[in-house]
Nanobody, 115 residues
Framework: QVQLVESGGGLVQAGGSLRLSCAAS????????MGWYRQAPGKQRDLVAV???????NYADSGKGRFTISRDNAKNTVLLQMNSLKPEDTAVYYC?????????WGRGTQVTVSS
């Protein structure tokens, strides 16, 4: 069974940085897009950033210039480096990946940015 496990969330002051990591495990034949989404209380889940297997990236406007997504295809991992964090970045961050032609989600990791 395929699983995605996130780590790296936590509490940080505004202006600080966090790095989120997501590792895919299980019987993996192929991984296409990998990405990060976030959901703040009372709001819908929104895209943060996505990266293709070849390394092409796309970012939501909210994270452009502050967030960097990267992946290690050999380790089946995707990272999200978040700098200059703002209180409005507070949310549960979810890893997403298209693995073996199916869509998988992690359980999420809480990111809280204090002002």
């Amino acid at each position: 069974q395929v699983q995605l496990v996130e780590s790296g969330g936590g509490l940080v002051q505004a202006g600080g940085s966090l790095r989120l990591s997501c590792a895919a495990s299980g019987t993996i034949l192929s991984i296409n897009n990998m990405g990060w989404y976030r959901q703040a209380p009372g709001k819908q889940r929104d895209l943060v950033a996505v990266i293709t297997r070849g390394g092409s990236t796309n970012y939501a406007d909210s994270g452009k210039g502050r967030f960097t997504i990267s992946r290690d295809n050999a380790k089946n991992t995707v990272l999200l480096q978040m700098n200059s964090l703002k209180p409005e970045d507070t949310a549960v961050y979810y890893c997403n990946a298209f693995i073996n032609y199916n869509d998988y989600w992690g359980r999420g990791t809480q990111v809280t940015v204090s002002s």
